[in-house]
């Protein structure tokens, strides 16, 4: 293992431990009655998470690009193998590339295709599109943005119409 895989791990495991002591079991059960048990959920407040994300920032100063990236992959996953993914640690990942989307580049927006593939709620999709892909499209210089403008033509032929109407979102912000 790398130094930065030990402490994205560390990272991710204090996210998960945070947001399972910070949880509730009647907010779990709102979040699973909304969510149409589509995601778990620990049940964490939306306060608890942006706190335990600024907490993590704070407690792992060092972490740079791609361990922000690959932390943002960690929460969006299963905290197990077998369990179901977890709205908390979702969200965690959001407010995590919110914090830090100036690291963001555009080869990060594959990783962002398979976030809004799998989201599985507009919880998670809308502050996907407003606060990470749109101030990272609005970073891109020219060259970046011919890019993306590539990426967004393919995910507006995709099927899945989830990226067709973030496609049609974001191209707006890709045209001057």
Same mark, same amino acid.
Do not use: C
């Given at each position: 293992m790398t130094d930065t895989a030990d402490v994205v791990s560390a990272a991710a495991d204090f996210v998960d431990r945070t947001l399972q002591n910070e949880g509730a079991w009647y907010r779990a059960d709102d979040v699973g009655n909304r969510l149409g048990? #589509?995601?778990? /959920?620990? +049940?964490? /407040?939306? +306060?608890?998470?942006? +706190? *335990?994300?600024? =907490?993590v920032l704070r407690k792992f100063k060092d972490l740079d690009r791609d361990g922000t990236v690959m932390l943002a992959s960690a929460l969006w996953g299963q905290p197990r193998p077998g369990?179901?993914?977890?709205?908390?640690?979702?969200? #965690?990942a959001v407010v995590l590339l919110q914090s830090r989307v100036r690291l963001l580049q555009h080869s990060d927006l594959t990783r962002l295709e398979g976030?809004?593939? *799998? #989201?599985? #709620?507009? =919880?998670? *999709?809308d502050p996907l599109l407003t606060d990470v892909l749109v101030p990272l499209l609005a970073g891109m210089g020219e060259r970046e943005r011919r890019r993306a403008g590539i990426v967004l033509a393919r995910w507006r032929q995709d099927p899945d119409p989830q990226l067709q109407a973030a496609a049609v979102a974001l191209t707006k912000e890709l045209t001057p």
């Amino acid at each position: 293992m790398t130094d930065t895989a030990d402490v994205v791990s560390a990272a991710a495991d204090f996210v998960d431990r945070t947001l399972q002591n910070e949880g509730a079991w009647y907010r779990a059960d709102d979040v699973g009655n909304r969510l149409g048990g #589509a995601l778990a /959920s620990y +049940g964490s /407040s939306v +306060g608890a998470v942006r +706190g *335990t994300v600024r =907490d993590v920032l704070r407690k792992f100063k060092d972490l740079d690009r791609d361990g922000t990236v690959m932390l943002a992959s960690a929460l969006w996953g299963q905290p197990r193998p077998g369990s179901r993914p977890v709205f908390e640690r979702r969200l #965690a990942a959001v407010v995590l590339l919110q914090s830090r989307v100036r690291l963001l580049q555009h080869s990060d927006l594959t990783r962002l295709e398979g976030f809004l593939r *799998t #989201a599985q #709620a507009a =919880d998670l *999709t809308d502050p996907l599109l407003t606060d990470v892909l749109v101030p990272l499209l609005a970073g891109m210089g020219e060259r970046e943005r011919r890019r993306a403008g590539i990426v967004l033509a393919r995910w507006r032929q995709d099927p899945d119409p989830q990226l067709q109407a973030a496609a049609v979102a974001l191209t707006k912000e890709l045209t001057p």
